[in-house]
């Protein structure tokens, strides 16, 4: 995978060293981690797990491995839900806020690590009165309302697996992960706020269940904005019924280490969605080291704020487990960011004094979208730490963060990982890493990572497949139901290494450059390019604001490069204009890289959750009829997307 170097893509060499103020106030400046890991990575992590939790039963071994099957820290003991709440409010920080919540509507509450212990006792016994305990598995199907970590932790406190469903998803969704996880409870509301309405989760409940998911019994339903939803009898129950009558004691359960601890379902590249498997002590352990020192951070200070949704891997372990255990105040925010306005971010980050806000690329890109006006209404100089996730960054988008947002003083963390990952793993460290805009950098301490060739053979500079050479703590512990296909789909295309699915580089300097799902990489007449260095490329034009490609099947050439672009708001969408932004890739990459044919569309077709899904555009670049949109958020998208397709000029 070797045929595009660093320097034919690198549209921005400006490398960014942590100033000596944050470096001296840093909990990390030094390669001290990376050296211990490196001397003995197994005992580096049992000195994180001892130090950053409290167990009820020490560990006797730190690592069994029987490739691909991992145990972290056996012969340990504890409980989560005590690990981030009782052991906080036992160390006299019961008034501390865990969370500030704010709703879309305005309304607030104020959340303390006590009021969190209280609640979560409360659920657990509500859980156990309905028959729940070690071994079920619960399925959470939820608004970003308080009752969602409520539920997420009481299920912890008394070993039953949560399976969070996002609230995005159809009824099939919920009727495919609670069959496939044997669920016995689905946790609902009647619906949650987004766009300045509610919008219904319970009547997509009652539809999943009248389709299927036996195994469910009772459906729990917290009323959040009052509509009128059905209640079936003896089936469904109302949330604040439950806990007016519950007990707020409920001893913690010491759970194994090995106990698992939730199921995330992944879509993607095939057709079953995959219940990704975690346990307890390995999991929390790597959530706690990196939620720490990736963010920096200083729990009797800062007021942290992961602006993802819970219904996410993201929100699980940034949202809830990680902030959690390490004693923060966070932000918890229900709704979208244009609600009641573009600035709604930049509002909350004023009003609560938000010290690292931790967010996605296409969110950045949408706010570059709206224009630097609408974070430059508020006062973001609280801000010390920047975060983002999910896909990799654009240098453009990574320097408008860092300009816009950072006030060009806050390091940017840019965390490559995934949902079987549970977190962090390619990250730089903000005291000590010098980053380069669109680099992810390094793995973390602990965690090892390594490009290979088709072949499998390590690749030292240049482009390669992204594998882990070894295992790491919240590595998922397989496919829920499936061995084999875990082993086939994570373990089987390299020997002995885990194979994570990306693409990235090394360049000159060591720094890895992650590029994207390896089926997003193009081959263009034998040269290989990558999807977001040709999107970079695109954004990197002033007339654009947002930009996606595929590469679509093309007799001559094997595939061809297809650009969707949006359009900053005053330009027209010319034949003129989508010939010069064509252009403008091929200055800044070179020939080979320029699009075949440039689409100016009004949207791109997105999951609820903001990944593009380009899988669509390839269907539509190659003129096949649409697969699954059923994770489409707006489906009229494709169709406007089409009709324009078919109208763009193609070079010949
Ligand atoms: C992509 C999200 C580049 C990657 C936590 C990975 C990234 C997939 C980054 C996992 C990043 C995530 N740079 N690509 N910083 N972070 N990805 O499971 O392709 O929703 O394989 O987990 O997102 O997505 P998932």
Known sequence: MADATIEDYYVEDRTFAPSPDFAAAALASNRSLYDEAEADYEAFWARQARELLSWDRDFHSVLEWDLPFARWFIGGALNVSYNCLDRHVEAGQGNKIAFHWEGEPGDTLTITYADLLTEVSKFANVLKGLGLGAGDRVAIYMPMIPELPVAMLACTRIGVAHSVIFGGFSPDAIVDRCEDAEARLIITADAGYRRGAPSMLKPNVDTALSQGAASVEHVV?????????????????????????????????????????????TSGTTAKPKGIMHTTGGYLTQVAFTHKYVFDLKPDTDVYWCAADIGWVTGHSYIVYGPLANGATSVIYEG??????????????????????????????????????????????????????????????????????????????DTWWQTETGSHMISPLPGVTTTKPGSATHPIPGVFAELVDDDGRPVERGGGYLTITRPWPSMLRGIWGDPERYRETYWSRFEGRYFAGDGAKVDDDGYLWLLGRVDDVMNISGHRISTTEVESALVDHAAVAEAAVVGAADDT???????????????????????????????????????????????????????????????????RSLGDTTTLADQSVVDEIRTRAAESPQED
Request: proline share 7%; aromatic share 6%.
């Open 336 to 413: 979208t960011p244009d609600t009641p306005g573009r600035d709604r971010l930049w509002d909350i980050v004023e009003r609560y004094g938000v010290t690292q806000l931790y967010t996605a690329p296409t969110a950045i890109r949408t706010f570059m979208k709206w224009g630097a006006q609408e974070p430059a209404k508020h006062d973001l100089s609280s801000l010390r730490v920047l975060g983002t996730v999910g896909e990799p960054i654009n240098p453009e988008a990574w320097m408008w963060y860092h300009t816009n947002i950072g006030g060009e003083g806050c390091p940017i963390v």
């Open 557 to 623: 050439t094997g595939q061809a490069i297809i650009g969707y672009v949006i359009l900053r708001g005053s330009h027209d969408a010319t034949d003129e204009l989508g010939e010069e932004v064509r252009q403008h890739v091929a200055t800044k990459l070179g020939p080979i890289a320029r699009p075949k044919t440039v689409v100016l569309v009004p949207d791109l077709p997105k999951t609820r959750s903001g990944k593009i899904m380009r899988r669509l555009l390839r269907d539509v670049a190659e003129g």
């Open 221 to 265: 339903v917290v009323n959040r904005c009052d509509t009128d939803v059905d209640m079936a009898e003896g089936r469904d129950l109302w949330w604040h019924d439950l806990m007016a009558d519950a007990s707020a004691d409920c001893p913690p359960e010491p759970m194994d280490s090995e106990a698992l601890l939730y199921l995330l379902y």
